[in-house]
């Protein structure tokens, strides 16, 4: 069964699932995690169950939709695990997001932000695009890479690609935050969660902002000629900001270091092959994407180190 956004999915689960907050005892925490991820899936509207927007947003494209049940069901089943082996704490006693601040002083402010633009993940690929312009290497690398195709095959496999490994950064990020130790106690987990998914959500709002209003100041023309919207990519930047999100919250999972590094590689795979994507589907010149990564970079490191206090970097399991 396919997922249309005007569909309604009362075949799926009942209308009258409901949970006792006060008996969700430690034993039957997984059983309240599991009815939180299907109320983040689903939603109430009109008397009926229908998909939540965010999530909407993850499975509702094309690709999605030619490989149809498969890929809807497993990216809920992946939720559905990650809520429920996300319990524990931090080393430190702390849980995944309970240590989000929403008013930072001007001095936490300021340092955020120049050390935002000091990090090699921000200025490297602004100096790479900055570089390109030189002798027009930025312009002949766009025209080899669409004219050969040579990760992709053809122009519109790229194009289909690009959306294909966006959105899976996203899925990527979703999962990983719910993996994430956020405590044993149901209501502090959910706080903690909230609080974590919104310093998130932040990042990835002021980043879309700031790379359609570089959008509108710039006025450059993409490879194909079919707008004036080239500069900086739209899709690079919100895979970057999704990588890092997702590279960070694998951090604090409690999973040994070398399965840490195999999922960081994954997920920066994931933001490469966008960028590179929208090269070769003609849609953004090098210095497009290079640029959109290292907005991403920027305006996330930004969010981090204003919004969150440090927090150790691997997770702790504890009993429940």
Not at 218 to 223: K, L
Request: with cysteine; hydrophobic share 45%.
């Amino acid at each position: 069964m396919f997922f249309n956004k005007p569909q309604r999915c009362t075949n799926i689960w009942s209308k009258n699932v409901s949970f006792d907050l006060y008996q969700a005892t430690n034993i039957r925490l997984p059983i309240f995690k599991t009815s939180l991820v299907l109320q983040s899936v689903f939603v109430l509207k009109n008397g009926q169950w229908s998909l939540a927007d965010p999530i909407y947003t993850v499975l509702n494209s094309n690709f999605k939709q030619r490989l149809g049940n498969v890929w809807r069901l497993l990216f809920i089943s992946i939720c559905g695990i990650a809520l429920l082996v996300g319990c524990g704490t931090l080393p430190n006693g702390r849980r995944w997001g309970q240590d989000v601040t929403i008013f930072p002083d001007w001095q936490r402010l300021g340092k955020a932000a120049l050390d935002a633009a000091l990090s090699p993940a921000t200025w490297v690929p602004a100096a790479t695009a900055l570089a390109l312009q030189i002798d027009d290497w930025d312009e002949n690398i766009s025209d080899w890479a669409s004219d050969n195709t040579p990760v992709f095959g053809s122009q519109k496999n790229a194009a289909d690609a690009s959306d294909i490994l966006r959105d899976a950064a996203l899925a990527d990020y979703l999962i990983t935050a719910l993996a994430t130790p956020s405590g044993n106690n149901p209501g502090e987990w959910v706080v903690a969660k909230i609080k974590g998914l919104a310093v998130g959500y932040g990042a990835m709002q002021v980043t879309r902002n700031a790379t359609f209003f570089l959008k509108d100041v710039t006025d450059r023309t993409r490879p194909d000629e079919s707008r004036d919207t080239s500069f900086p990519s739209n899709h690079a930047s919100k895979a970057a900001t999704y990588a890092i999100l997702a590279s960070r919250n694998i951090e604090s999972l409690p999973i040994p270091d070398g399965f840490k590094t195999a999922l960081k590689i994954g997920t920066f795979s994931l933001d490469m092959g966008t960028a590179w994507a929208r090269v070769e589907a003609k849609a953004h010149f090098p210095s497009d994407v290079l640029a959109g990564m290292a907005l991403g970079h920027f305006f996330w490191r930004f969010h981090e180190r204003c919004l969150l206090r440090a927090q150790s970097s691997q997770g702790r399991r504890t009993h429940h």
